[in-house]
Each structure stands twice: as structure tokens, then as C-alpha cells.
Antibody
Framework: QLRLQESGPGLVKPSETLSLTCTVSGASISSTNYYWGWIRQPPGKGLEWIGNIYYSGSTYYNPSLKSRVTISLDTSKNQFSLKLSSVTAADTAMYYC?????????????WGQGALVTVSS | EIVMTQSPATLSVSPGERATLSCRTSQSVSSNLAWHQQKPGQAPRLLIYGASTRATGIPARFSGSGSGTEFTLTISSLQSEDFAVYYCQQYNNWPLTFGQGTKVEIK
């Protein structure tokens, strides 16, 4: 059974960098069939795709966040990570890690439980 | 980016009744549309992909239809465990985008 679990600080100060890690169990992030991505949902708002990474290390970032986002892989730990720099209160959200297929299957098929990150001094 | 519009925002339905949820996209996504269900405190889960294909383990009372810009998720006879928020997601263009969600609540 595939499981994705987010971890990281729940409180980040404005202008600092938000860092989250997703630990994957039940599947290898080195698979050629999947992307590994991050999605967020601010309180009371919709879901936003942040970006994703492929086993090769190639990345895609949402243009709305591209200048501040870095997603990386650690295949030895079967983890991938998100860094979002220069955060403001607008970055307060539930952050989900997720898996999406490749080719004609680029929908999210598994989600993590989510990690609430609050940006506040 | 493709904008997704779901309606209604909230749907009040009695157990055993049919629920019909709509999702509209700002441009054609062909059949590259998925539906996800989220219950409070739980991870979302995939219900439907390819507009009409049920994901593994999803009961037959869930069905999806549509193509292009208009899509529908139907729950034929609502069970207690179906009261949740439902999101549509397009995967025809990057960035992947989601609707705002429809909350299905007990009437």
C-alpha cells in the first residue's frame, strides 16, 4: 500500500524559507512511471499545484511560484522535498505531497495527509 | 492556466438519493479530467480519471461523464460515507489545476 507522509515545521517566519519533506513508502520514487509533486490549499481556498519532480531530477514549477520554489529528490531515503523561499502570510496553507502518473496518466493518484504550515512572526 | 469551476459549492442530499456534481473548464481538456474525494482529517483520494474510469476499489455508485469543457460526477445512491468534499482536476495542460470543490452534506 502506497503511503506519502509530509513532515516539517508547522510555523515559519515571514521572509524565511519553508521546508517540507515527503517520505514515500510502498513504492520507489525512482520509478519511471510517476511524477512526485506538491500541492497546497490556503484556508478557505482552492488547491494549487506547486510543482513536481521526476526520477531523473527534472522539475516543473508552477509559473506563479517558480521564482521561489525548489523541489529535490533523495532516492537513498525515498524522499522528496519542497523549499519555498521568502514566504509571506499568503503562503499559509495545508501542503500536500502527491504522486501523479506520466504520459496519459498525469492525474494525482495518491495524496499525503497534508501538513499545515503557518507563516507568522 | 486552465480555470476549473465547480457547482454547486454545497449540495444538500438525503441518504439514498442521487447527487450530481458539475465541473466546467475554461478551455477543452478532452477527457483528461479526474475527480477526488476528501473527508475531514483524511488525505484526498482518487475516484475517477479519464473523465469516466473508476479508480481501483471505487464503488460502482460513483460515475463520471463528459468531455471537452463540461463534466459531471454522479453518486447514484448516497451512503453515509460519501458525505465529503469533491474536487475535479484537469491534467490536459500544465500546471495541473483543480476546482474549488463541492461539499456534499446531509440534508
Amino acid at each position: 500500500q502506497l503511503r506519502l507522509q509530509e513532515s516539517g515545521p508547522g510555523l515559519v517566519k515571514p521572509s524565511e524559507t519553508l521546508s517540507l519533506t515527503c517520505t514515500v513508502s510502498g513504492a520507489s520514487i525512482s520509478s519511471t512511471n510517476y511524477y512526485w509533486g506538491w500541492i497546497r490549499q490556503p484556508p478557505g481556498k482552492g488547491l494549487e499545484w506547486i510543482g513536481n519532480i521526476y526520477y531523473s531530477g527534472s522539475t516543473y514549477y508552477n509559473p506563479s511560484l517558480k521564482s521561489r520554489v525548489t523541489i529535490s529528490l533523495d532516492t537513498s531515503k525515498n524522499q522528496f522535498s519542497l523549499k519555498l523561499s521568502s514566504v509571506t502570510a499568503a503562503d499559509t496553507a495545508m501542503y500536500y505531497c502527491a504522486r501523479a502518473g506520466t504520459g496519459n496518466y498525469e492525474f494525482v493518484d495518491y495524496w499525503g495527509q497534508g501538513a499545515l504550515v503557518t507563516v507568522s512572526s | 492556466e486552465i480555470v476549473m469551476t465547480q457547482s454547486p459549492a454545497t449540495l444538500s442530499v438525503s441518504p439514498g438519493e442521487r447527487a450530481t456534481l458539475s465541473c466546467r473548464t475554461s478551455q477543452s481538456v478532452s477527457s483528461n479530467l479526474a475527480w477526488h474525494q476528501q473527508k475531514p482529517g483524511q488525505a484526498p483520494r482518487l475516484l475517477i480519471y479519464g473523465a469516466s474510469t473508476r479508480a481501483t476499489g471505487i464503488p460502482a455508485r460513483f460515475s463520471g461523464s463528459g468531455s471537452g469543457t463540461e463534466f459531471t460526477l454522479t453518486i447514484s445512491s448516497l451512503q453515509s460515507e460519501d458525505f465529503a468534499v469533491y474536487y475535479c482536476q484537469q491534467y490536459n495542460n500544465w500546471p495541473l489545476t483543480f476546482g474549488q470543490g463541492t461539499k456534499v452534506e446531509i440534508k
